[in-house]
Nanobody
C-alpha cells in the first residue's frame, strides 16, 4: 500500500518553475523524514532533497548538488504534505519525481511519481 502520493508535475519551458506536492495519510507522516527522488532518462534514481520530521527543533533539509539554490523542500505536517518548489528548471530536470519516507529500506514502496518535462 502506497502511503505517499505525488502531484504537481507537468510541462514547462526551461527557466520556468513548478511546485510538487507529496500527500500522506495516517499518523506516520509527521514523525518521519521524507525525501524527493527522481529518475531522469538513462539514469539511476537519485536523491533530490530531504527534510526531517520537524517539531519543536525545526526541520533539517538536505539537497543534491544540482538542486541547491534552485529547489526548496518544505513540509506542512498539519496538512500532511511535503512540497518541492523548483525554480530555474533545466531540460536535465526532466524525469519522474517521487516522494518516500526515509530512511529508504529494502521494502520501501515507491508511488507512481509525477512527470516533469522541461523543454527548451
Amino acid at each position: 500500500q502506497v502511503q505517499l502520493v505525488e502531484s504537481g508535475g507537468g510541462s514547462v519551458q526551461a527557466g520556468g518553475s513548478l511546485r510538487l506536492s507529496c500527500a500522506g495519510t495516517g499518523n506516520k507522516f509527521s514523525s518521519n523524514a521524507i525525501g524527493w527522488y527522481r529518475q531522469t532518462p538513462g539514469k539511476e534514481r537519485e536523491m533530490v532533497a530531504q527534510i526531517s520530521s520537524g517539531g519543536s527543533g525545526g526541520t533539517n533539509v538536505n539537497y543534491a548538488d544540482f538542486a541547491k539554490e534552485r529547489f526548496t523542500i518544505s513540509r506542512d505536517n498539519a496538512k500532511k504534505e511535503v512540497y518541492l518548489q523548483m525554480n530555474s528548471l533545466k531540460e536535465a530536470d526532466t524525469g519522474v519525481y517521487y516522494c518516500v519516507y526515509l530512511p529508504l529500506r529494502a521494502w520501501t514502496m515507491w508511488g507512481q511519481g509525477t512527470q516533469i518535462t522541461v523543454s527548451s
